[in-house]
């Protein structure tokens, strides 16, 4: 497992992430990723930041995963 994987900032992009790629997002997710945020430590900011500077591997992961966000 790589260092990055044992991020909490690394989780939550997954999440934020698959839950982009939902259609139509509900309050439930909404929900679920504030309590993830909170959980972790982290802010939506961090969040989006780390994101953006690790898009290509939160994608992989979604993909190794299965989970594609369909």
């Known amino acids: 497992m790589s260092k990055s994987r044992n991020n909490p900032l690394f989780g939550a992009a997954v999440v934020k992430a698959v839950l982009r790629k939902r259609s139509g997002e509900t309050t439930t997710a909404s929900t ?19 994101l953006s500077e690790h898009e290509a591997e939160i994608e992989q992961a979604i993909k190794s995963h299965g989970r594609r966000g369909d």
């Open 32 to 50: 679920l990723y504030e309590g993830i945020l909170r959980d972790l430590g982290v802010t939506d900011a961090e969040v989006e930041q780390y």
